[in-house]
């Protein structure tokens, strides 16, 4: 055992487990640089889409892996190695599993491989930051079950009577994450590739949402802030600049974020007492958000000379000043008047690295630099390396922030610019784009100059652990048993904070309130579904070309929402209803608009554009940078799973026709053939009746002819 | 480290409470900070006020309601885009003005031959060879309004504003130019048959 008494002194002894600190560690190192690379493939590709080579290395499916692998691989990893690193320190005992620790360690492993061979191929479902398929899924929850048991555990056997402020939020996080990814997963399968989301339309835009943003905030936000609440005092040697305030600051942020979800969703078809719920949340986040910034920062009082001496110092220092401004950029974004200029602009991807790049790489930058020499037992390489890496990664990071803030404020004004006419100044979506895409080149060097500076970091890291001596005993410390008398009766959070499950309950109701007070009505969807506007479901062939849509990732560039703004309605037609998508599985309601919205993009071109602007953009559009989809031409549709999803539809509810549901198969194969013969009419020389274009040129062509309005 | 410098503070530490060597100042939260979370406190009163109180759940709906007419009223009282004052016989003048047709037909390879193909045979777009016209009779001054306004519903975009009005006149002519040429793989006719 790793603890054996000596009764004499009332000491024990206590030998951590650092070996799965120190894989966590390696794991985090390697998949940055993958989660770094790709990004920088993906902003190259948005500048020069002939970098879209083959289907698996397009940006709609790149994308999804850079994401995953940034959240998941990189964050994820560093949180684990943070997490079993501190929390053994901070309860003065061994991790309750050394079994467990491995299994967490290779079954997350395992996940991000099999996410990084799935997303390329385009096995997702099609929500984002949620891309993962479900038995991936299954794996993810199970993991995460066995982290959680591995660090209750550690709990229940802590031989610190107090639980400090880390891991506050290491619970919060724990407990949060399993929640919202559990409820945003929940999917019937039917294939080992395929599934589809339970939740329909405004449901999924509102769960997707409530996932989406509170993994920002429970994966990003309160794990990092644990962090910081115990490397920041332990590099600087300073105590926590104020008790009271993590106390309220804890609280309030975790109570008051699972209910800004929402804000995602300003202006468009959501029902408007939810968006003013989000945007009023959001604007309260403002203060307790910054409570983990003033309490870190402050934290250096009397040590402000470490500012110019200590690397790990300024990383955290910068870090936590990149943290508060994102987190008053986020208020700000969320009031409905900036959302509108804002949302689907490269703004918010700006606002969002703004977060990822400077709060969580750097928190975690800081914290590799702390404890990979502590861990290897020997000193950090080079001092000055790190230094460097610093300062390459700030400006690296400008540049990225301040090039997609002018870009995405560009493209909001030029969307919305109307004329003394009443018309569009900027009829033609490409010009706007055309704009932005010099600005598209200087985020892509800003990651550059990230990446760079990262790899300081790696050469510094390799040095450092080179050095180490052969064999790294593990660290052991000698325990006082705590008398378990307090000097003084306790009370309030003090008590609080010595009795973890109750802990840990009460923070699962701060997070309930929220979740279920937004969630639990738009359940019973009936209610904010008129009746009288009756939507027609898509036929089998459009739900194979949807299929497509989602597999190819068309919705990391298009939205299918018109927002209530009358530049969107001036440019793309009637705002969208909740009606037209409430057959949706998953809405596509998007977040981005590096191409247009396509909610009412059918019936407006011929068949023939679509065909001609799929096989090549660029042969229709000059100046698009679309990537091109030749294979679509010569894959062929999966016919034989339509009668499958069909039958799955009509069980969730979607009023398929008689014929539709006895034949699906033959309905799409007679309707490709009617869309293939009037292509071949107009000159398209191949049979493409079995072809995955003809699905797709059905589904487009669908968009917003369902009726709804 | 170096020497300690709480004595240039308040600061009291919390006795008693030490997690790994880590322990805790027992300052007040900063007066500065809860003011803000006040403020956004009331602004949340305010904003909630402001939307359930207005007597009306769709404030924002109806504000988008009154922006949006007001920029359709200011299309439909416009005058649809205004032909300059050129009479056709001028226009038809170009088509004698071998530097007219040869600008006109670089421009459209440029701007119109992606839907309406190199030699106006028509792709996505209609031919633009044969006696159908889909919109006006294909006169020189119809073509050029089409240019202008385009068809945005069919996907043409408005180029007035985008090519100079004596570039699209040029375009127009050159259109006119080649009516009645035979070139293979032409689309079939759409619109109205116009006899001259």
């Given amino acids: 055992m790793s603890s054996s008494n ?5 000491m024990i002894q206590v030998k951590y487990n650092d070996q799965i600190v120190r894989m966590f560690t390696l794991a985090t190192i390697f998949w940055a640089t993958i989660a770094f690379l790709v990004g920088i493939i993906v902003a190259l590709q948005m500048a020069i889409p002939q970098l879209n080579v083959t289907g698996w290395l397009t940006f709609g499916r790149l994308r999804p892996l850079h994401t995953n692998a940034a959240l998941f691989a990189f964050a994820g990893n560093a949180i684990f190695a943070g997490i079993y690193h501190s929390t053994q320190r901070l309860l003065k005992t061994r991790l309750f599993s050394d079994g467990l620790s491995k299994l967490h360690f290779w079954g997350w492993q395992f996940i991000i491989v099999l996410a990084v061979i799935t997303l390329p191929l385009g096995i997702s479902q099609g929500k984002e930051y949620a891309e993962l398929e479900w038995p991936i899924d299954l794996a993810v929850v199970l993991i995460w079950v066995v982290f959680a048991i591995n660090f209750f555990g550690t709990l229940a056997k802590r031989n610190e009577k107090h639980l400090y402020i880390s891991l506050w939020f290491y619970i919060a996080t724990i407990v949060t994450v399993a929640l919202l990814y559990i409820v945003n997963a929940i999917s019937i399968p039917i294939s080992p590739f395929k599934s589809y989301i339970v939740y329909a339309g405004i449901q999924d835009a509102l769960i997707q949402w409530w996932y989406g943003h509170n993994a920002v905030a429970f994966f990003l936000t309160t794990p990092f802030l644990g962090l910081m609440y115990y490397y920041m005092p332990k590099a600087a040697n300073r105590p926590i600049y104020s008790y009271r305030l993590s106390v309220v600051h804890f609280w309030s942020l975790i109570f008051l974020y699972i209910w800004a979800g929402p804000h995602h969703l300003l202006n468009t078809a959501l029902p408007g007492w939810l968006q003013i719920l989000a945007t009023v949340f959001s604007v309260m986040l403002w203060a307790p958000s910054w409570g983990g910034a003033v309490n870190g920062i402050l934290t250096l009082r009397g040590a402000w000379h470490l500012l110019r001496t200590d690397p790990i110092i300024k990383f955290f220092v910068a870090a936590i000043t990149f943290y508060a401004m994102a987190t008053f950029e986020g208020p700000l974004l969320s009031i409905k008047a900036v959302n509108s200029l804002g949302h689907y602009t490269d703004w918010i991807i700006g606002h ?11 928190v975690t930058f800081g914290m590799l630099y702390f404890i990979v020499p502590k861990l290897w037992r020997t000193e950090l390489y080079s001092k000055k390396m790190a230094n460097i890496h610093l300062w390459i990664g700030i400006l690296g990071i400008l540049f990225y922030y301040v090039s997609m803030l002018a870009a995405g404020i560009t493209q909001g004004l030029m969307w919305r610019a109307v004329d003394a006419n009443g018309h569009l100044v900027y009829p033609d979506f490409v010009e706007t784009v055309i704009r932005i895409i010099p600005l598209f080149l200087f985020r892509a060097l800003g990651g550059v100059l990230f990446l760079a500076g990262y790899v300081l970091l790696l050469y510094n890291i390799y040095k450092t652990i080179k050095q180490a001596p052969k064999e ?32 840990t309950i009460l923070a699962l109701i701060a997070i309930l309130v929220g979740s279920i007070i937004e969630i639990a009505p738009t359940l019973s969807i009936n209610k904010y579904v008129k009746t009288e506007n009756k939507v027609e479901p898509f036929t089998p062939l459009e739900l194979a070309g949807r299929d497509i849509y989602i597999k190819e990732g068309c919705y990391t560039c ?40 396509l909610a009412r993009l059918g019936k ?16 229709v559009i000059k100046e698009s940078i679309m990537p091109a989809y030749p294979w679509l031409i010569t894959s062929t549709i999966d016919f034989d799973s339509l009668q499958k999803k069909v039958s799955l539809f009509n069980k969730l509810g979607v009023p398929h026709s008689e014929e539709d549901l006895s034949d699906a198969n033959n309905r799409a194969k007679e309707q490709a053939k009617k869309i293939a013969e009037g292509l071949k009419k107009q000159g398209v020389k191949e049979d493409i009746s079995d072809k995955k274009i003809t699905a797709l040129i059905a589904y487009l062509q669908a968009l917003g002819q369902k009726g709804g309005e | 480290m170096s020497e300690d410098k709480t004595q240039l503070y308040d600061d009291k530490i919390i006795e008693g409470y030490e997690y790994d060597g880590i322990t805790e100042y027992d300052n007040p939260c900063p007066a500065w900070l809860m003011y803000i979370f006040y403020f956004t406190a009331l602004l949340a009163v305010f904003l909630t006020g402001y939307y359930f109180g207005s007597n009306s759940m769709n404030e924002t709906i109806e504000a988008y309601a009154i922006k949006l007419k007001e920029a359709q009223t200011q299309k439909e009282t416009q005058t649809p885009i205004q032909k300059p004052e050129v009479s056709e016989s001028e226009l038809s003048a170009l088509l004698q003005d071998p530097a007219a047709l040869a600008e006109g037909k670089e421009i459209f390879g440029e701007k119109c031959a992606l839907c309406h193909g190199n030699s106006g045979e028509g792709m996505i777009g209609p031919n633009l060879i044969d006696n159908y016209w889909l919109r006006g009779k294909g006169k020189i001054s119809d073509i050029a309004f089409t240019i202008r306004s385009g068809i945005p519903d069919k996907g043409m975009i408005a180029w007035e504003g985008k090519i100079p009005e004596k570039q699209i006149r040029h375009i127009a002519a050159y259109i006119k130019s080649i009516q009645g040429t035979k070139v293979d793989n032409t689309k079939e006719p759409d619109g109205e048959l116009v006899k001259e």
Avoid at chain 1, 6 to 10: A, H, P, Q, V
Avoid at chain 1, 352 to 362: E, K, P, Q
Avoid at chain 1, 571 to 596: C, H, L, N, V
């Fill in chain 1, 6 to 10: 000596d009764t004499n002194s009332g």
């Fill in chain 1, 558 to 597: 298009h939205s299918q929402m018109i927002r209530k703004t009358h530049s969107d309605v001036l440019r793309y037609g009637a705002a969208s209803t909740i009606e037209e998508s409430m057959y949706d599985r998953p809405f596509q309601w998007g977040s981005k608009r590096t191409g247009p919205d």
């Fill in chain 1, 604 to 619: 407006k071109y011929p068949d023939l554009w679509h065909y001609m602007h799929m096989e090549d953009p660029r042969a």
């Fill in chain 1, 472 to 503: 790294l005993a593990e660290e052991t410390v000698q325990v006082r048993i705590s008398s378990s008398v307090p000097i003084h009766p306790e009370q309030g959070h003090r008590k609080l904070e010595g009795m973890a499950a109750a802990f």
């Fill in chain 1, 352 to 362: 969002v690295h703004l977060g990822t790049l400077g709060w969580n790489s750097f």
